[in-house]
Structures are given as structure tokens and as C-alpha cells.
Nanobody, 127 residues
Framework: QVQLVESGGGLVQPGGSLRLSCAASRFTLDYRAIGWFRQAPGKEREGVSCIIDSDGITYYADSVKGRFTIGRDNAKNTVYLQMNSLSPEDTAVYYC????????????????????WGRGTQVTISS
């Protein structure tokens, strides 16, 4: 059974930082594309960032470029999302997703094609 577990969410003041983690089972064997997505209340799920396993290529949504950084630690079967300069507009439930097809991680950072999903972690930016 494929499992993805997010952690690291919480309440942060505007301008602050958070580091989300996504722990995956059978990481390098089954996943080629790993992404972070978010969904705010009343809004559709949107892409944040993704990374391709084999070559480390990354993509970011325009709204987070320059503020968020995606990374991976294969030894720990973990993908990270470092989030800096957070604003209230970043408030959402953040989800990690993975897929064995590397091409699903692309410039549009679409959540549509991903096969495996975690349950999400809440991120709230508020003063």
C-alpha cells in the first residue's frame, strides 16, 4: 500500500516560514513525480510545486516562485517544501502527491494526473 504522510503545518504570522515534509513509502521505486498542492476554503485545489525524481527538475506556481523551495532526501524517503515570506493568501490545506510517471510533473503544476495523495496538513498564516 502506497502511503504519503504530510507534516509540518501550523499557525505562522505573516512574513514567517514553515517547512513541510512528505514521508513516502517505497519512495524511489514507485515515484517519479512528487508534488505539493494546496486547497483553501471554497477554492479548487491548486499546484504549488513539483519535482521529478530522476533528474531533480523542479517547477513552481507563479504565486510561490522565489518564496518556496521544494527538495528531497532520498535516504529518508522524504520530500520537503520550504516556505518563506508567508502571507495570509498562503493559508490552505497542503497536500503531497506522487506518481510513477515523471511527465506528470510539468510547468503547469497541475494536480489532476497524480495517483497517490496524502491527507494534508493545515497551514494558517495570521497575525
Amino acid at each position: 500500500q502506497v502511503q504519503l504522510v504530510e507534516s509540518g503545518g501550523g499557525l505562522v504570522q505573516p512574513g514567517g516560514s514553515l517547512r513541510l515534509s512528505c514521508a513516502a513509502s517505497r519512495f524511489t521505486l514507485d515515484y517519479r513525480a512528487i508534488g505539493w498542492f494546496r486547497q483553501a476554503p471554497g477554492k479548487e485545489r491548486e499546484g504549488v510545486s513539483c519535482i521529478i525524481d530522476s533528474d531533480g527538475i523542479t517547477y513552481y506556481a507563479d504565486s510561490v516562485k522565489g518564496r518556496f523551495t521544494i527538495g528531497r532526501d532520498n535516504a529518508k524517503n522524504t520530500v520537503y517544501l520550504q516556505m518563506n515570506s508567508l502571507s495570509p493568501e498562503d493559508t490552505a490545506v497542503y497536500y503531497c502527491a506522487a506518481d510513477p510517471r515523471r511527465y506528470v510533473c510539468s510547468a503547469d503544476v497541475s494536480p489532476a494526473p497524480y495517483t497517490y495523495w496524502g491527507r494534508g496538513t493545515q497551514v494558517t498564516i495570521s497575525s
